[in-house]
C-alpha cells in the first residue's frame, strides 16, 4: 500500500532530525569548565532521569504498537489504522532518542568537567608541590652538607689522633733507644773498672812477686 504524501514528509523530517547533528556538536566546544559535587550530581540524576524516561517512552511505544496491530484488523480502514500507530511508533521513539542523546551530552559533560576539575587541582597544587619538592631538595642538601661535614670533622680527628700515635711511639722509640744507649754505657763503663781492677789486681799479684824473688835472691847471698 502507498504511503500517503503527509506521512513521507513527516517521515523524512524525523529522519532529517535524527541523522543532522545537534547544534551544540556543530559549534567549536567551549573549553569544559571544573564541576562541584553538586553540580555533577545534579547532572548525572539528570542523564539517569533521561535514560529512565527514554526506557519507558520506548516500552510504552512498543506496547502501544503490538495493541494497535491486533486492533486495525478489527477496524473498517485498516491502513489507516496501521499507518496512525506506526507514526506514533516513530513518533515516540524519535523522542526516546533525543532524550538519550541529551543523556549521553549530560555524561559526556560530566567527564570532561571531571578532567578540567582534576586539571584545575594539578593547576592549583602545582606550585605548593614544586615548593615542598625544592624545600625537600634543600633540606636533603643540607642534610648531606651536615654529613659530609661530620665526615671531614671525622677524618680530621682520626689524621689528628694518628699523628699523635705517631709521635708518641716515635718519642717511646727513642725513649726506649736512649734507655738502651744509657744501659749500654753503664755496662761498658762497669767493664772498664772490672777491667781496671783486675789490672791493678794483676800489677800487685806481679809487684809481690818481684818483691818475693828479690827476697829470696837476697838471701841465697847471704
Do not use: H, Y
Request: hydrophobic share 35%.
Amino acid at each position: 500500500m502507498p504511503i500517503p504524501m503527509t506521512a513521507m514528509k513527516r517521515l523524512l523530517l524525523i529522519l532529517t532530525v535524527l541523522f543532522l547533528p545537534p547544534a551544540w556538536a556543530q559549534e567549536a566546544t567551549p573549553a569544559a569548565a571544573p564541576i562541584t559535587p553538586q553540580e555533577r550530581k545534579e547532572l548525572l540524576d539528570r542523564a539517569q532521569s533521561l535514560k529512565s524516561e527514554a526506557g519507558r517512552i520506548k516500552a510504552e511505544a512498543e506496547k502501544q504498537r503490538k495493541e494497535a496491530d491486533a486492533s486495525c484488523w478489527k477496524k473498517t480502514l485498516v491502513s489507516a489504522c496501521l499507518e496512525d500507530a506506526r507514526r506514533a511508533s516513530i513518533d515516540s521513539n524519535a523522542e526516546a532518542r533525543r532524550k538519550e542523546t541529551e543523556a549521553r551530552r549530560l555524561e559526556r559533560e560530566v567527564r570532561q568537567r571531571d578532567q578540567a576539575t582534576r586539571r584545575a587541582r594539578q593547576a592549583e597544587a602545582a606550585p605548593r608541590t614544586r615548593v615542598a619538592r625544592e624545600k625537600q631538595a634543600a633540606e636533603a642538601q643540607q642534610q648531606e652538607a651536615k654529613k659530609q661535614e661530620s665526615r671531614e670533622l671525622e677524618q680530621a680527628r682520626s689524621e689528628k689522633d694518628a699523628r699523635k700515635a705517631s709521635a708518641r711511639a716515635q718519642m717511646e722509640e727513642r725513649e726506649r733507644q736512649q734507655k738502651l744507649e744509657e744501659q749500654k754505657r753503664k755496662e761498658e763503663r762497669a767493664e772498664r773498672k772490672a777491667q781496671a781492677w783486675l789490672k791493678k789486681d794483676q800489677q800487685r799479684a806481679e809487684a809481690r812477686a818481684r818483691q818475693e824473688e828479690q827476697r829470696r835472691q837476697a838471701e841465697q847471698k847471704q
